[in-house]
């Protein structure tokens, strides 16, 4: 199993600002936050990207949507953008699958 920093950060190994936390999700902040607002998703369990955790556990895929809804509310935002980017070409660099939870300011479509 590749072993990525979002698994160390789920480790508490590399510190985090953690926003949520439960026995199948993980929610904390970008490093590099590209709106006001800018969570992470990503369950405890390890697939390489969405795809894969669609395929091997949707259930977790849920309970990860479910959980990028609820960081939307916590944070207030009236509109907002759920991502999940799959493969390199999308901008993928992190191969532990995650959604982005990006809000507070416009966001233009198509996206880059
Ligand atoms: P991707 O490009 O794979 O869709 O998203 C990976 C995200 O992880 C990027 O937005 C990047 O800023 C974020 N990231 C990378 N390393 C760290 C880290 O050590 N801590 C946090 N909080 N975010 C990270």
Request: proline residues 7%; charged residues 25%; negative net charge.
């Amino acid at each position: 199993m590749e072993d990525t920093i979002f698994d160390k950060i789920l480790r508490k190994e590399i510190p985090s600002d953690i926003v949520y936390e439960d026995d199948v999700v993980l929610a904390f902040r970008d490093i590099n936050p590209q709106a006001p607002t800018h969570v992470l998703v990503i369950p405890k369990e390890h697939h390489p990207d969405a795809a894969a955790l669609a395929a091997e556990a949707p259930q977790i895929a849920a309970d990860v949507l479910r959980e990028a809804q609820a960081v939307a509310d916590e944070e207030k935002l009236e509109s907002y953008r759920i991502v999940f980017n799959t493969g390199s070409g999308a901008g993928q660099t992190v191969w532990h699958a995650h959604t982005h939870v990006l809000g507070g300011r416009g966001l233009e479509w198509p996206p880059g």
